[in-house]
């Protein structure tokens, strides 16, 4: 039986249950979406004033686009709210299970936006960060082919799902195709391997960095490069945990098409956390689903934020220099090591050669091109 055909008694708690968790969501969505308009015009104004830059010219698209669309989620996620406390709870004509139909089919194509949107705001999103790796690590074959693949497979399953949903003339959720759904598990998966791989690259290369500075210069001063590279990997941890959740999603109708307090619990959390990175599914009847509008583009537009606070990123003149060879380091009259031999060599000279072969690029690193 569905929850159309449910007797008001079993309907109501359902109801009452779901209304209090979106409203929830609803509230630090809000609180969310007022940091996000702060964060945005930070970065908006720093990415405006290096207009004459390529790199900041498509960061800045992409900032808003991400920034219109997560207005476009928060505005139709108030609306949807809205209209669902006054249809189904406001309004006295039939019963509440017409009510919840009616109200399912009048906002129906507004949270099907939402959610296709979202899903290329997520791929907007997993651009910028291919961009910024590649560019890091100087466009070199596996990580170009890797996170390239598997931005392409996330797109493609992306524009998979618009075409389903289509093609099935925006069906209600119970109707929705199977080809449909899995087109949409396929993509999150594939996005949350995409940033667990870059995040895994950019710790490896925060990780060489840090090692080749220290064999090179006795100074353990941090360099602006570094504490750029660690937020980077950092927001990109907290980046990929936060998606995390979501894939307790897959599992939950199939251990147990039931609505548990445990379930209940878990589906408030991942909806607060949501407003980060996860868009819940707007698709289902309100007893069943959550209401929580994303701000997806709050965490990477923040993060921008702070590097331009930190480390002026597309303004900064710091660079590391690296090679494939052994460094060799002079120090002028030191008491420890061998006396130069080789003619060209100054006497009083000691020089000390390092044994151990760097691993990072042979050209530098430099904070413009982070």
Known sequence: ????????????????????????SLSAQS???????ITF?????????????????????????????????????????VDEMQLILGATYGDLSTRILDSNARTLKVRYSG????????????????????VISRWRLFPSVALIGLWLGTTAMGLGLFGCVIHANWPPDADLPGLCTQMGNVAWVLSL????LA?????????????????ISSSRRTTKVMRVLEILVVSGVIYFLLGVPRLTDFAKLTLSPFTTRLTMATQVIEDMLGQL???????????????????????????????????????????????????????????????????GDSPGTT???????????????????I
């Open 41 to 81: 015009s930070i970065a908006f104004i720093s990415l405006v004033r290096r207009r004459g830059e390529l790199p900041c010219l498509l960061l800045t698209i992409a900032t808003v686009i991400m920034f219109g669309l997560s207005t476009f989620f928060w505005a139709s996620s108030v609306s949807v709210f």
């Open 31 to 37: 609180v969310l979406y007022g940091m996000y308009v």
């Open 1 to 24: 039986m569905s929850a159309a055909d449910a007797p008001p008694d079993e309907i109501l708690p359902k109801v009452a249950l779901a209304f209090t968790r979106n409203l929830a």
């Open 351 to 369: 020089m000390v050669t390092l044994s151990k072969r760097q691993q990072l690029s042979s050209e530098d690193m430099s904070v413009d091109q």
């Open 199 to 215: 995040t895994t690259l950019l710790a490896r290369i925060a990780w060489s960095h840090r090692k080749s500075a220290t064999l």
């Open 277 to 343: 990175v996860v868009r819940q599914s707007n698709r289902a009847p309100p007893v069943y689903r959550s209401d929580a509008s994303e701000t997806k583009g709050l965490y990477p537009t923040a993060v921008t934020t702070f590097l331009f606070y930190e480390s002026q990123v597309f303004g900064g003149n710091t660079t590391f220099g690296s090679s494939n060879t052994r460094p060799t380091v002079q120090f002028v009259r030191g008491p420890i090591g061998r006396k130069a031999t080789n003619d």
């Open 115 to 134: 959610d296709i949107l979202f899903a290329f705001s997520y791929i907007i999103g997993d651009a910028v960060m291919a961009w910024r790796i590649l």
């Open 193 to 196: 391997a995409f940033n667990g």
